[in-house]
């Protein structure tokens, strides 16, 4: 299995963790949220291998998430749903998502990068 990167191009958060990638002499797949977004399946998969709060996979910034007011109803959706509802649109997952042998992070924070190449 090799290296997952999952962005969104016209991300500047994306841009600068995909030259971090190339600064590092990482090999990678590129994967592009919008055209392809992750399935329910691949989802829970990264969830479960991540040990993250459900929570870092939603882009809580994004319009959509706040159009449909995701942060008053998360709380009391079952995790099921959770993961339903990332499934419908690669603008509700929180990118960039890196997926590599070692774990699963989403966001670009440098430190927590290093620890999966």
Known sequence: MGNLFVEYPKCSTCKKA???LFDHNVAFE???IKEQNPTEEELKGWHER???DIKRFFNTSGML????KL???LPEMPLE???SLLATDGMLVKRPILVTEKGITTGFKPEEWEKLI
Do not use: A, H, I, T
Request: charged share 60%; no cysteine.
């Open 81 to 83: 749903e959770k993961y």
């Open 50 to 52: 991540s040990g993250l």
């Open 65 to 68: 998430y706040k159009e449909m």
């Open 71 to 73: 942060k008053d109803r």
């Open 18 to 20: 995909k030259q971090w």
């Open 30 to 32: 590129d994967r592009d």
